[in-house]
């Protein structure tokens, strides 16, 4: 009997062991059951325009949307920069998304390193998808949704002026630069995965109006 139950024992640790295998074999990572997301555009806004709750609220907002969808052991930032305030120095969106590789939930690789995602990164409307793996809807489509909040220049370094809506504390008065996440737009710059245009406000509508609906990108930092 004592032999019988030993064995099943070992039979039952034995496919743990496995199956734990199978879990950190399919993501490199302990404790992740096999989503190998590190970015990913929101696929929707908190419900205040460009008004997050600054950007700790866009880090949680980011966070959420990861744990919904099993990644969220990761500790996850919002694509934004920050003027500086008061004793508080600027904050570049740059600086606050670690140092890479990031993949969407498909396992695309984004770009491998912070140099590479602001030169030739693989960033576009296929591989731009949200948490749950959509495609973002971009021009030529019905309804654009390809603005990005951003606040930054294409370095991804903060943007001049007030160009993040009071540093995402506002839903009424400044505005904010977006970028493409379709890569379209006409000339130059306006091209730009983070840096296309200001927005009309910081309003959902003002948003709205010139081809967003609020989305972040969001970058695992670790």
């Known amino acids: 009997m004592q032999a019988s139950r030993a064995s099943t024992f070992a039979v039952a640790a034995g496919a743990a062991a496995l199956l734990a295998a199978c879990a950190y074999s399919a993501s490199g990572r302990p ?6 997301m590190s970015f990913f555009v929101t696929s929707s806004n908190p419900g205040k325009g460009a008004d997050l709750g600054g950007l700790a609220g866009a880090d949680r907002h980011c966070q959420a949307l990861a744990s919904s ?12 920069s920050a003027t ?5 120095p600027a904050v570049n969106a740059r600086d606050r998304i670690g140092r890479g590789p990031w993949q969407n939930v498909k396992g695309v690789v984004i770009a ?15 591989t731009a998808l949200t948490e749950k793996g959509g495609v973002i809807s971009g021009s030529g489509d019905m309804v654009v949704m390809h603005d990005i909040l951003t606040g930054s220049t294409s ?12 540093n995402w504390t506002s839903s009424s008065e400044g505005s904010t630069i ?4 379709d890569r379209r737009g006409t000339a130059g710059d306006r091209t730009s ?3 296309s245009h200001p927005t009309r406000g910081c309003s959902p509508e003002g948003l709205k109006s010139t081809g ?8 695992a930092v670790n």
Not at 155 to 166: E, K, L, S, W, Y
Not at 212 to 219: I, K, Q, R
């Open 112 to 126: 491998r390193n912070v140099d590479e995602l602001h030169g030739a990164n693989n960033l576009n409307k296929d």
């Open 84 to 88: 500086a305030q008061g004793a508080s």
């Open 31 to 36: 404790g992740n059951p096999g989503n190998p």
């Open 193 to 195: 995965w983070n840096a």
């Open 178 to 181: 977006v970028g493409h996440h």
């Open 155 to 166: 370095d991804g370094r903060v943007a001049p002026g007030d160009a993040t809506c009071r």
């Open 212 to 219: 967003g609906a609020g989305l972040l990108y969001c970058f």
């Open 69 to 80: 969808v099993g990644a969220g052991d990761r500790t996850w930032h919002a694509y934004l």
